[in-house]
């Protein structure tokens, strides 16, 4: 019988998550797989594996084939390779040590001749800033698969810094042949030399009109990115399909931060803090 839910070439994929594979747990994961037709050679299978963001460990492929006798992956014993750490600071314009808040950085990856079939994931990254005593400042640390990125940093919203706004997006080279790369207890790291810097943005209230109460909005910087770079000097255009996820634009554009998409209130009037318009021209 055809597999059900193949595609145009006959693959089928199944996705199986923490629900299904306690990784805390010292028991080896189950999952059902079919050794394919009865008398046949087995089932080929290519097993994505992709540890989620923060994890250490990065994304692989692993071809294995299924046979009616297989009862253990013969690539379990296979050790995942560490991630690209990441790591730099945030400082904010109008205050300045512990007197801050935490900001939250934003870490997308940019599609530059990889087949996005087989580009793993994940491609959206994100960690909230710790404040460093000695350095008297807000740094962050974050693991990412090897390969280009955007990067910026977004306010945590406090009324305290209410007219706080998003630092510029930079273009970070994170792939294993990059001389600025250094080994450090086995791991490859790139220490941003400059800080992301929260600064005055401009403030935007709309009002929305026929929006149940449980709407989330989430504004876009579709200008913010313009200018921008790779590697190798081509043009990027956050706003094309294709440039970071295939069939959409760029998360990165997002001004507020993901743990706080804004939401509808009673009177449907929203406020939002952007990128200053000559922020954005420097």
């Known amino acids: 019988m055809p597999l059900s839910g193949a595609d ?7 996705t199986y998550g923490p629900a299904d594979c306690n ?15 009865v008398g046949g050679n087995g089932q080929p299978y290519v097993l994505r ?17 299924i046979t009616s006798d297989s009862s253990v992956l013969p690539t379990a014993d296979q050790d995942l390779q560490p991630r690209v750490l990441l790591r730099g600071s ?42 460093n005593a000695a350095a008297k400042g807000y740094e962050f640390v974050i693991p ?9 940093a977004l306010p945590t919203v406090t009324p305290q810094n209410s007219a706080t706004g998003p630092a510029q997006i930079v273009v970070v080279d994170l792939r294993e042949d990059n ?10 790291v790139l220490d941003l030399e400059d800080p992301l810097v929260l600064t005055d943005g401009a403030v935007y209230t709309v009002e929305l009109e026929d929006f149940v109460s449980n709407s ?7 200008t913010g990115g313009e200018g921008l770079l790779d590697p190798d000097g081509e043009p990027l255009d956050l706003n094309a399909p294709g440039t970071c996820l295939p069939g959409e634009g760029c998360q990165i554009r997002r001004i507020r931060p993901v743990s706080s998409p804004l939401r509808v ?16 021209a420097e």
């Open 216 to 222: 989330r909005v989430i504004p876009l910087d579709l």
């Open 144 to 152: 990412v698969n090897p390969g280009v990125y955007l990067v910026t």
């Open 23 to 37: 990784v805390e747990s010292s028991e080896p994961c189950s999952v059902n797989l079919s050794p394919g037709p």
């Open 49 to 65: 594996i992709e540890p989620p963001v923060g994890s250490l460990f990065r994304s692989t492929l692993l071809p294995v084939t």
């Open 90 to 131: 945030v400082e904010h314009k109008d205050c300045s040590g512990s007197t801050c808040v935490p900001a939250e950085v934003l870490v997308e990856r940019v599609i530059r001749g990889e087949d996005p079939t087989t580009l793993l994931g994940p491609y959206f990254y994100n960690t909230t800033t710790i404040y």
């Open 8 to 14: 145009e070439q006959g693959h089928v994929r199944v």
């Open 265 to 280: 209130p009673q009177n449907q009037i929203v406020r939002f803090v952007a990128r200053a318009a000559d922020a954005a």
């Open 179 to 188: 001389p600025d790369l250094v080994q450090e207890d086995g791991l490859r």
